[in-house]
Structures are given as C-alpha cells and as structure tokens.
T-cell receptor, first 116, second 112 residues
Framework: GQQLNQSPQSMFIQEGEDVSMNCTSS?????WLWYKQDPGEGPVLLIA?????ELTSNGRLTAQFGITRKDSFLNISASIPSDVGIYFC????????????????FGEGTQLTVNP | NAGVTQTPKFQVLKTGQSMTLQCAQD?????MSWYRQDPGMGLRLIHY???????DQGEVPNGYNVSRSTTEDFPLRLLSAAPSQTSVYFC???????????FGPGTRLTVL
C-alpha cells in the first residue's frame, strides 16, 4: 500500500500568497521527486532531490530532502493562477535503487486552488 | 519527438470485457511503467519493465497483464474488466540511470 503521507490534501489560497506542502514516510528514500499535474494531463516533474539535506530551487519553487531521508517539503512563493493543479511527491525506496526511476511511490497529492 | 503516447484517451467497457491500453515512447528509454490514478490515492504502480523482454509486478498488479516485446511499446491488458478497474491509467518512461519519469496523457477507463 501507500508508504507516503502527503499533506495537506487541498489548499485554497489567494494569488500572491506562499504555499507549503510536505510528505513523510516510515521508510528511507534515496530520491524525492515533486510533480505537478494539470487537469486532463499526466504529471510533470518539477524538482528532483538526491541527497539528504539538499535544498533545490526551480524558479518560485523550493524543495528540500529531509535529513532523516523520510520527509520532503515543497514551497511555492508568490503564487499565481497557473499554479493551480495537483502536486505529488514521489520517492524511490532504497531497496529499488538498481531499477532507478522505474519504480516510484507516490503521495496522495495536494490539490492547489489559487484565487485571483 | 512525440514523447509518451497513449491510446485510447477514453474507453467504456462492460464487466467481463477485455481490452488493451496502448503505450509507446520514441525516446529510446529503457524503463517503462503503468500507473493507475484514483481520487485521493495518488498514483499506484501496476507493472513496470526495465527493458525489452523484462517485466515485473508493482503495487497493484492483479487483473492486469503486460508484455515488452520492443523498447518502444508497453501495452497493458485487462483480461476481464471489473468495475474496480474504473480509473485513469498513466504510462511513463524513464532513461536508465535517471529518475525523471515522462508521463503520457492518460487513458480514462470506465467499467460498467
């Protein structure tokens, strides 16, 4: 079953506000990934994290790989209407490292709504 | 490059019918995967393949078969559809040695 707990499940914010979401796991992950899914489309990779403690930015997005390797967060600064969508965290378990990228565990997703 | 393509986009089946969801990628990626997406449950791995001729089960394989006769194609077969298989199905491919999965646009399947 699911091994990632993602929160919050949904967020309703005003344009310009900052957003934070996170994922936790009872297992150690080698890799943390954050995806965004627009309605009617497949998920698209936003940020990839490979090292415990790593902090990576991609424009207004910032994500961190937790020190314990069991959690990660994603921040979006100064939100805009096109940030609307579902955000997923995903991780590769340590024991699957030989099949890198082919077997990921996904969180349940955070539905983000941005009011203009 | 077209990336990852999936057909059909929408499908309605009756309980007990069989069908194949098609997935193709033109990026010469070694790894391919099938996921299903249900409300509030994220994406769950059905089957995956690390190369032509090699497949393995994911988290929710029951009721689904796959094969990988070529690098490009990774079809997903439902032998006897059940209402519990109503879902959105995504195919993804990954280049070996990387973690970036490229997803197709999805197939929305309804089983009555």
């Amino acid at each position: 079953g699911q091994q990632l707990n993602q929160s919050p499940q949904s967020m309703f914010i005003q344009e310009g506000e900052d957003v934070s979401m996170n994922c936790t796991s009872s297992s150690i992950f080698n890799t943390w990934l954050w995806y965004k899914q627009d309605p009617g489309e497949g998920p698209v990779l936003l940020i990839a994290l490979y090292k415990a403690g790593e902090l990576t930015s991609n424009g207004r997005l910032t994500a961190q790989f937790g020190i314990t390797r069991k959690d990660s967060f994603l921040n979006i600064s100064a939100s805009i209407p096109s940030d609307v969508g579902i955000y997923f965290c995903a991780g590769q378990l340590k024991e699957w490292e030989e099949t890198s990228g082919s077997r990921l565990t996904f969180g349940e997703g955070t539905q983000l709504t941005v009011n203009p | 490059n077209a990336g990852v393509t999936q057909t059909p986009k929408f499908q309605v089946l009756k309980t007990g019918q069989s069908m194949t969801l098609q997935c193709a990628q033109d990026m010469n990626h070694e790894y391919m995967s099938w996921y299903r997406q249900d409300p509030g449950m994220g994406l769950r791995l059905i089957h995956y393949s690390v190369g032509a001729g090699i497949t393995d089960q994911g988290e929710v394989p029951n009721g689904y078969n796959v094969s990988r006769s070529t690098t490009e194609d990774f079809p997903l077969r439902l032998l006897s559809a059940a209402p519990s298989q109503t879902s959105v199905y995504f195919c993804a491919s990954t280049q070996a040695g990387t973690d970036t999965q490229y997803f197709g646009p999805g197939t929305r399947l309804t089983v009555l």
